[in-house]
């Protein structure tokens, strides 16, 4: 009976009684090709735009593991080049398991599977695990299960059936079981889904739009406690005040006002309130201001330095509230384009 090789590295049978003379050299054969299975790393060029069929011979051929052995029975593969058309690089139709490099430039494609069978897009630039039962070849890196990790951070896309790390940092989609993230959009499924921050102790869990963009909450919500930002200084009322918006819904003056003043409401010195709001929209502020035995008050009211007309509560302020404290609330609505209604009202603490 002749020798035979075996269906997946090609190794060489010798049948008993054959070879003799170069039986051991056979033997080296197949170690190399062995050798080369589990340890050995090929580069392979692909460049163009025609399909590629790795190189597979039976051990017979693998003289010298380092240089002569073929490139499918590689364990890891480098593919090169410039692609100028969307190709597929084949492998024996067998099963088997690579680490795989796509090395490539250009815009077009790779796909790497059996011979006759159905491959995996490899992405450009990264490196992957697949393996093959001889038909389908099998991207391991695309269909995880779960994953607990310290961070994660991609210039793709992220997908398994749950992701649990202390930073998911993606470029890409993220998606999974309970957790599927575009671009734009964080949905989080399920019937009671939930952001919660459990490290640490009383820890604080910040949203942070971009910019002067804001946080908008779609349907009703339930607010078990809320600590809203206070800006105080020791300013005192005078001239025109300029309340900015941006940097919190209230002013809390600590000195006496000195004269009556204009109140200004604006987003800040560069950012008006019609760019912050939509039409539809409004902003409720509160001016807190001391006052001494000579009281003043706010007889100028402006958005973004243009004069409006509140509906004052029980009428305009004629005059400030000796000894006391005096708290302005301002509501403006956005009607139209730099246009607001804005109900306002006085009220003294004494």
Do not use: C
Request: proline residues 2%.
């Amino acid at each position: 009976m002749p020798s035979s090789f075996t269906s997946r590295l090609k190794l060489e049978r010798q049948a008993s009684g054959e070879n003799s003379g170069t039986w051991g050299n056979l033997v080296n054969y197949v170690f190399n090709r062995i050798d080369s299975s589990v340890k050995g790393y090929q580069s392979v060029s692909v460049a163009g735009s025609s399909n590629v069929t790795l190189t597979s011979n039976v051990s017979t051929s693998n003289t010298d593991d380092s240089s002569t052995d073929d490139q499918v029975h590689n364990a890891v593969l480098e593919f090169t080049g410039a692609l100028t058309g969307d190709i597929h690089v084949f492998t024996d139709a067998v099963e088997t398991k690579y680490i795989v490099f796509n090395n490539t430039t250009g815009s077009q494609t790779l796909t790497f599977g059996p011979t006759g069978g159905t491959g995996v897009t490899l992405k450009q630039g990264a490196k992957t695990i697949v393996y093959t039962d001889g038909t389908t070849m099998v991207d391991v890196m695309a269909d995880l299960g779960d994953i607990a990790m310290t961070s994660v951070t991609s210039s793709g896309n992220v997908a398994g059936t749950n992701i649990n790390g202390s930073a998911v940092i993606s470029t890409g989609n993220v998606s999974g079981t309970n957790l599927i993230a575009t671009s734009d959009t964080v949905d989080i499924q399920g019937s009671s889904p939930a952001i919660i921050a459990t490290n640490g102790t009383n820890t604080d869990l910040t949203l942070t739009p971009n910019g002067y963009g804001l946080v908008t909450f779609n349907g009703g919500g339930k607010i078990q406690q809320l600590a809203e930002k206070v800006n105080t200084s020791a300013t005192a009322a005078t001239g025109t005040i300029n309340f900015d918006a941006i940097d919190g819904a209230i002013q809390n003056f600590t000195s006496n006002a000195s004269a009556n003043w204009t109140f200004n409401l604006r987003g800040n010195s560069t950012v008006t309130l019609d760019s912050l709001l939509d039409t539809g929209e409004s902003i409720t502020v509160a001016h807190v201001v001391p006052q001494g035995a000579t009281p003043y008050y706010a007889n100028v009211i402006q958005i973004d330095g243009s004069a409006v007309t509140p509906k004052w509560q029980g009428g305009a302020p004629t005059a400030g509230t000796a000894d006391s404290t005096d708290s302005y609330t301002y509501t403006a609505i956005k009607t139209a384009a730099n246009t607001y209604t804005v109900l306002a009202s006085l009220t003294a603490f004494e």
